[in-house]
């Protein structure tokens, strides 16, 4: 967490979003550095979340107003309007499912333990994973388990998903985890890695449509900072890395002009700076820790200090 904090550069008397509260850990250390003209905003689609998340700011010895919002962060901008704010000294992000919701077996997002097979993050919403694996054709599982999961046997492991779903249909995590792996092949299975790792991250993507969202979110997080603003993303696999990664690139040099031009002609001025070069990484204390942390990766970029 202390490098997140350090990146954000928290001022005692800014104004902070938490795009994604969790359990609260990232929120409850900015709502700490706050003075009694700070302010915290924290938004989740999950509410079980926002209750976990709201005890433990709660427990913050903390004089700065805070406040928890039910919202999907794609939404950034109608939230902030909503709320009267006219912009943010940092945003920070923390994508994919929190180390919380997996342990929570009932919510579906987990594959060793026995659960329903529901992975929304806002279960008032949406459809369920249950949903995409009993009614997707095999094409359309074999797009996403290789697009959003990199799943080198995403044909082999559809193709058994359909095969099974034609007797039973698939009503558990545990069940729909032991077809994925006996659909692989023997060298497969003895990966480190969990063999429903990735299919499971595949259809929790779709499920939540968690990559236009995030999307979404890149194209208008830096409207809302403030000059001298920071915005903090961490991601979790290489599909989210490099939308932000991308999208920073492009913040800090808009340019589209060929590149055999004398001058720039094209108008697109730079709206600031990348701050990590390279994506920070867990140190070995912390993936001890959090073991969820070992494949995180936290990137920032600082707006202009001065408007154009």
């Not at 991601?235 to 055999?260: G, I, M, N, Q, W």
Request: net charge neutral; aromatic share 6%; with cysteine.
């Amino acid at each position: 967490m202390q490098p997140v904090l350090d990146l954000m550069n928290v001022f005692a008397d800014g104004l902070y979003v938490d795009c994604t509260l969790g359990g609260g850990g990232h929120a409850a250390g900015l709502l700490s550095r706050l003075n009694s003209r700070g302010r915290l905003i924290a938004i989740d689609r999950d509410e079980d979340a926002m209750r976990a998340g709201s005890s433990r700011l709660a427990s913050v010895d903390s004089q700065a107003a805070w406040q928890v919002v039910h919202g999907n962060f794609a939404d950034l901008s109608q939230i902030m309007a909503q709320l009267g704010l006219d912009g943010a000294d940092g945003i920070l992000a923390d994508f994919g499912v929190s180390s919380w919701q997996f342990d929570q077996a009932g919510r579906g997002f987990g594959y060793r333990q026995e659960g329903p097979l529901d992975m929304r993050m806002d279960r008032d919403s949406g459809q369920t994973a249950a949903d995409v694996v009993n009614t997707y054709s095999e094409k359309e599982l074999t797009r996403i388990f290789r697009q959003y999961g990199e799943e080198r046997h995403a044909g082999k492991i559809a193709r058994a998903i359909v095969n099974r779903r034609a007797d039973t249909p698939f009503v558990t995590t545990t069940d729909l985890a032991e077809v994925v792996r006996q659909a692989m092949p023997a060298g497969s299975r003895q990966e480190a890695q969990h063999p429903a790792r990735r299919v499971f991250q595949a259809i929790r993507i779709e499920v939540n449509q968690e990559l236009d969202a995030i999307e979404q979110l890149l194209a208008v997080a830096p409207r809302w900072l403030r000059p001298g603003g920071r915005l903090c993303m961490i991601t979790f696999h290489s599909l989210e890395d490099r939308l932000v990664k991308e999208a920073f690139r492009k913040l800090e040099k808009p340019c589209t002009c060929p590149r055999d031009f004398p001058v720039c002609v094209c108008g697109q001025v730079a709206q600031g700076r990348v701050i990590t070069r390279k994506a920070i990484i867990a140190d070995e204390k912390e993936r001890q820790e959090n073991p969820r942390s070992r494949s995180a990766k936290l990137r920032c970029f600082e707006k202009n200090r001065q408007t154009a």
